[in-house]
């Protein structure tokens, strides 16, 4: 089962642009976290924000978690074509076991 | 970040055969691997979680003699479709977890994209 929903579900920008995704959830959280996926490759983990955060950043990522809106964001400032990729939240699952993604946000930044 | 290897990343078989996907940590030891699968431009469906030692536990709808999963050692796991048909087309993907990681991260193998013919 999918825990929530991205949005948008595409998303394409210049490079310098900044991108800007959310992703809704439904249950209570521990914790969210937000992959990169290539096409056709794996995941990469970007970042984990905790349940009791608001805010946190990492180089030019920003993520923002509303655990009242049950609701959050990713900013990537100053894309580039190399950000070019599909980026899903993930939470737990109610076992807290393993990780339940989200739909998706395919990003294209053109140069 | 530690390192998850999987093998084979395509794989082309032909209906009604078996294929084995292996998915190894290469610098940890990963007592517990989850298996996905992804559709084209969808997002990736949980399978099973596998603990080292143990039976897989799948998800609802996952069905397991079809999907065999074997995780035999703390680096090694193993995904073995059985009897495959066309519908069975999709990018898997592993992932693991160890003891001496953090606790809530997860590393994923690159995937293996099947085609059964």
């Known amino acids: 089962s999918q825990q929530g929903e991205e949005d948008p579900q595409a998303l394409s920008i210049q490079e310098g642009e900044n991108a800007t995704m959310n992703c809704s959830y439904k249950?209570?959280?521990?914790?969210l976290q937000w992959y990169r996926q290539n096409s056709g490759r794996g995941l990469v983990h970007l970042i984990l924000i905790r349940s009791n955060e608001r805010e946190k950043h990492s180089g030019r990522l920003r993520v923002t978690l509303d655990t009242s809106k049950k609701s959050s964001s990713l900013l990537i400032t100053a894309s580039r074509a190399a950000d070019t990729a599909s980026y899903f939240c993930a939470t737990d699952n109610q076992a807290g076991t393993a990780l339940i993604f989200g739909k998706g946000t395919t990003l294209s930044v053109s140069s | 970040g530690a390192v998850v290897s999987q093998h084979p990343s395509r794989v082309i078989c032909k209906s009604g055969t078996s294929v084995k996907i292996e998915c190894r940590s290469l610098d940890f030891q990963a007592t517990t691997m989850f298996w996905y699968r992804q559709f084209p431009k969808q997002s990736l469906m949980l399978m099973a979680t596998s603990n080292e030692g143990s039976k897989a536990t799948y998800e609802q709808g996952v069905e397991k003699d079809k999907f065999l999963i074997n995780h035999a050692s703390l680096t090694l796991s193993t995904l073995t479709v059985t009897s495959a048909h066309p519908e069975d087309s999709s990018f898997y993907i592993c992932s693991a977890k160890g003891t001496l990681l953090r606790n809530t991260e997860a590393f994923f193998g690159q995937g293996t994209r099947l085609t059964v013919v």
């Open positions: 249950t209570s959280i521990n914790n």
